[in-house]
């Protein structure tokens, strides 16, 4: 057969934008949030000020700071059920550990950051050497840490919250880098939304352009032909639990620095809006598949929706509903973009 006749290696034949645009995961996020904004533009008169745009990206960059890292997990094929308490358990122990040893809250800060580290460690271990779901492993470590947060809690401080350390040394620089904000005019912006960019930044430089990214798609997609392959899947499982610990931390330390006290009870639930953030942007309950720059547009319709539906004056009971409903509908448009993607190979 000559050169002439040869056919041609299809993996080096052009791909048209319109092939590529609708291979991305994030494109039905996209889409949606598109549909959410012009929906509650129209809905709520004051949703389209500057203030209520500032309060929205608030609210998207406290989920968004955990479901990037909780996205990664998911396209690493596994769930973190305990990553919601995990934030309180990471301002509990923050915020006893400086007030009952009269210490720099710095030091409290660090100690957290070790203790939650070791948490998403325990995670990872224990799914490697059990070999039992992620979602039963977690589950148990979500059980667990809701009654420590409790238990130690009220041993500790007498009640279910924590004492201030707003007066402690330290405090000032702490919340300077933890829950400081800014104010434009009527426009105030919080660190938060900066942590916020900035790890779905970091994340989606990890996913594309280092070899742990491949090893996260390839552990999600098949661990057994990954692992055959020469895919450290032992060390990129455990390396998502402590990146989801990691951000856990951060979270936590918002909250601590943004109040002086934690209550024990919070961040039950909210491991789902993580979960759920990081489906609508694009990711595959199977593995394998999805984005951190969509799971930050999933955050973000979980803000405007949240906003929205007070600006607009409704009822706010029926937010579950809107959540359920937009739960269902990412999830049937991500099966028709990935099969439509699939189709146009």
């Known amino acids: 057969m000559s050169a002439a006749t040869a056919p041609a290696d299809e993996r080096l034949a052009p791909v048209s934008p319109l092939r590529r645009l609708l291979g991305r995961p994030e494109l039905g996020a996209v889409v949606g949030a598109a549909a959410v904004f012009v929906f509650f533009s129209f809905a709520a008169d004051s949703f389209l000020r500057a203030a209520s745009l500032s309060t929205i990206l608030y609210s998207a960059s406290t989920i968004g700071i955990m479901a990037v890292p909780v996205a990664l997990l998911m396209i690493g094929g596994e769930f973190d059920l305990s990553a919601g308490v995990m934030v309180t358990t990471s301002a509990l122990v923050s915020s006893m550990f400086s007030y009952q040893m009269t210490a720099d809250v710095w030091v409290g800060v660090a100690v957290s950051l070790l203790v939650t580290l070791a948490i998403g460690l325990f995670n990872g271990v224990m799914l490697i050497r059990t070999k039992l779901p992620s979602f039963i492993i977690t589950l148990g ?20 919250s924590t004492k201030s350390i707003a007066d402690m040394e330290g405090f000032s620089s702490a919340r300077a880098l933890f829950a400081s904000q800014w104010n434009i005019g009527s426009v105030t912006l919080k660190v938060t939304i900066l942590w916020w960019l900035g790890l779905v930044l970091l994340a989606t430089w990890i996913l594309l352009r280092t070899r742990a990214g491949n090893w996260i798609f390839a552990v999600g997609g098949d661990a057994d032909a990954a692992r055959a ?67 930050a547009v999933g955050a973000f319709i979980f803000g405007m929706t949240i906003n929205g539906i007070v600006y607009a004056q409704w009822n706010p009971d029926w937010f579950k509903f809107f959540l359920g409903a937009m739960l269902l509908l990412a999830t049937l448009l991500n099966a028709w973009v990935r099969k439509r993607a699939e189709a146009s190979k």
């Open 141 to 160: 470590t979500f059980l667990m840490l809701t009654g420590l947060n409790l238990g130690f809690t009220k041993l500790i401080s007498g009640s279910v």
């Open 229 to 295: 392959v020469g895919v450290p899947v032992v060390r990129t499982r455990i390396g998502l639990y402590m990146g989801v610990a990691l951000c856990a931390w951060i979270s936590g330390q918002h909250i601590l620095f943004s109040f002086d006290v934690v209550q024990s009870g919070e961040g039950v639930g909210n491991e789902f809006l993580y979960i759920i953030a990081a489906v609508i942007g694009g990711c595959l309950m199977t593995g394998g598949y999805g984005s951190a720059v969509g799971a």
